[in-house]
């Protein structure tokens, strides 16, 4: 069965300090858990909760949602595009003004190997603007 896993972002309120940590449900449910947030909880908010997509990109780094991926579709130019939950499709899937005007849309687990994590969202939030 597959590990279901979160990317956690933090901030503490009173220095700005951002951390990231990776967390499985079984570390959530099951503990023993301590993200060094939980020591003084009261002065760190959760920026994100990302899920894992359980995929890996072509150098075998671990693709969340959120993340922002380089590919070139077949036929086209390079585009930068962001991981999305599709509620509607029950899937994770890539968002990109040039990916959404495709006609045939591109299957995002089957070319997962191809890609390549380079931010998240979080990191690049003028590109997720660019590509909506």
């Known amino acids: 069965m597959r590990e279901i896993k979160f990317r956690?972002?933090?901030?503490?309120?009173?220095t700005g300090r951002e951390i990231t940590?990776?967390?499985?449900?079984?570390e959530i449910e099951c503990g023993p858990f301590e993200p060094p947030v939980f020591k003084d909880w009261q002065t760190w908010e959760v920026?994100?909760?990302?899920?894992s997509t359980g995929l890996l990109d072509k150098n075998g780094k671990e693709i969340y949602e959120g993340d922002r991926l380089d590919l070139v579709p077949q036929g086209y130019a390079r585009v930068a595009a962001y991981v999305v939950w599709d509620d509607k499709r029950a899937q994770f899937r890539l968002?990109?003004?040039?990916?959404?005007?495709l006609a045939t849309p591109v299957q995002f687990p089957d070319i997962a190997h191809e890609t390549e994590v380079i931010g998240s969202v979080y990191e690049n939030r003028d590109m997720l603007e660019s590509s909506s």
């Open 21 to 26: 940590d990776i967390l499985t449900i079984c």
């Open 95 to 101: 968002k990109s003004k040039l990916i959404d005007s």
């Open 47 to 51: 920026l994100s909760r990302d899920r």
């Open 8 to 14: 956690y972002r933090f901030r503490n309120r009173k």
